[in-house]
T-cell receptor, first 111, second 116 residues
């Protein structure tokens, strides 16, 4: 049974700091991995999608890596800003087109 | 192009009442999924449609939940009768199908359901 774990559960950093969010999954047989952002009371915004054959994806200040063999992914946020404050969710797509989510990391960037 | 849209955005109902949530997927997407997040828990898979057929409904919590996708377009999720523990945010997602490749799933904004 696939399980997705995110560490840390919450993180508070000063503005401008570079940070790393961690995601681990128990079954390496995944189709892809997505990082989402969720703002309070809002829906899910897809940030980055990494196919199982890829090692990383970049979008602006965000970089996500994937190591399928070790069951790990990291989301790197460079030069954090207060507007980055949100919950970040890691999700893996498994066989049968089912997506399994982690519990998320709540990020607070202090101005 | 319109994204995945969900109606309503919020719903407050009394215990024992019926509520129907609607999801309009991205046009042309055969795959449609329902997920929900109850307070303090992870987002959990409920079920998956391929066109009008239920491909996987292993995540449906009990028989008070009924999902339909008539004609393979929009989908509805009915909760009848609603219980307090059904409160949460219900997300819908859709994706295209390219053979066996799992393509990116696009999520709607969710419906926040509160049962009082």
């Amino acid at each position: 049974k696939q399980e997705v774990t995110q560490i840390p559960a919450a993180l508070s950093v000063p503005e401008g700091e570079n940070l790393v969010l961690n995601c681990s999954f128990t079954d390496s047989a995944i189709y892809n991995l997505q990082w989402f952002r969720q703002d309070p009371g809002k829906g899910l915004t897809s940030l980055l999608l990494i196919q199982s054959s890829q090692r990383e994806q970049t979008s602006g200040r965000l970089n996500a890596s994937l190591d399928k063999s070790s069951g790990r992914s990291t989301l790197y946020i460079a030069a954090s800003q207060p507007g980055d404050s949100a919950t970040y969710l890691c999700a893996v797509a498994t066989g049968g087109f089912k997506t399994i989510f982690g519990a998320g990391t709540r990020l607070f960037v202090k101005a | 192009e319109a994204g995945v849209t969900q109606f309503p955005s919020h719903s407050v109902i009394e215990k024992g009442q019926t509520v129907t949530l609607r999801c309009d997927p991205i046009s042309g997407h055969d795959n449609l999924y329902w997920y929900r997040r109850v307070m303090g828990k992870e987002i959990k898979f409920l079920l998956h449609f391929v066109k009008e057929s239920k491909q996987d409904e292993s995540g449906m919590p009990n028989n008070r939940f009924l999902a339909e996708r008539t004609g393979g377009t929009y989908s509805t999720l009915k909760v009848q009768p609603a219980e307090l523990e059904d409160s949460g945010v219900y997300f819908c997602a859709s994706s295209s199908r390219q053979g066996a490749l799992n393509t990116e799933a696009f999520f709607g904004q969710g419906t926040r359901l509160t049962v009082v």
